[in-house]
Structure formats: C-alpha cells, structure tokens
C-alpha cells in the first residue's frame, strides 16, 4: 500500500532551520505532485509549499515565500522541506502529500503522511 513517511522535526529556536524528508512507498513517485501542509493546535490545515512532479515547478503560501524551500529527489523517492529563519508561527504538524496536480488545496491530494511536529521556541 502507498506509504508517506514524514521525519526530520523537532525542536528549534527562532531563526533555526529544519529539514523535513518526506519518504514515499507504494506509488510511482515521479508521477506525483508533493505538498506539504501542516496544522497547529486550534487551527485549520494550512497549505505551506507544493512541487510538480518532475521538480521544475514550486509553489508557496506567503507566509512562507523567502524562508522555506520545497524539492524532490525521484530517485529516492523523497520529498524534502527546508525551513530556514523559523519563527514560533511555525510551529505545528507538517504533512507531505501526493496527489496528481501541483496545488494548494488538500482536497486535490489522495495519500497523506501522518506528520511530523515542529515546534519553534522564542
């Protein structure tokens, strides 16, 4: 069955960085798009940053244009999130996706991984 396996959060300070991986298994992974969402406490689930399946096309929320960066490797199957200048904003589960178009809403995207949390200390 398809698996997204999400790793790489933690705890950091503001103005940290973290890289997030997101592990694929059971999909042909360079025919899906990947995003990544994430949830705090309290708060709906929030688009962060999608890119197309071949890795030329990338998209990201405002909140965090400039400070993340989203890529893929299809060779190994992974997806990653590098977040640099964290702030305590940041701070939720985030979750990688697939789904068959590049784009911000969740609804679009048929696998989901189960999350990985990020907390950011001020």
């Known amino acids: 069955q398809v698996q997204l396996v999400e790793s790489g959060g933690g705890l950091v300070q503001a103005g940290g960085s973290l890289r997030l991986s997101c592990a694929a298994s059971?999909?042909?992974?360079?025919?899906?798009?990947m995003g990544w969402f994430r949830q705090a406490p309290g708060k709906e689930r929030e688009f962060v940053a999608a890119i197309s399946r071949s890795g030329s096309s990338t998209i990201y929320a405002d909140s965090v244009k400039g400070r993340f960066s989203v890529a893929r490797d299809n060779a190994k199957n992974t997806a990653y999130l590098q977040m640099n200048n964290l702030k305590s904003e940041d701070t939720a589960v985030y979750h990688c996706?697939?789904?068959?178009?590049?784009?911000?809403?969740?609804?679009?995207?048929?696998?989901w991984g189960q999350g990985t949390q990020v907390t950011v200390s001020s």
């Open positions: 996706a697939a789904g068959a178009l590049q784009t911000f809403r969740p609804q679009q995207y048929n696998y």
């Open positions: 059971g999909l042909t992974f360079s025919t899906y798009a």
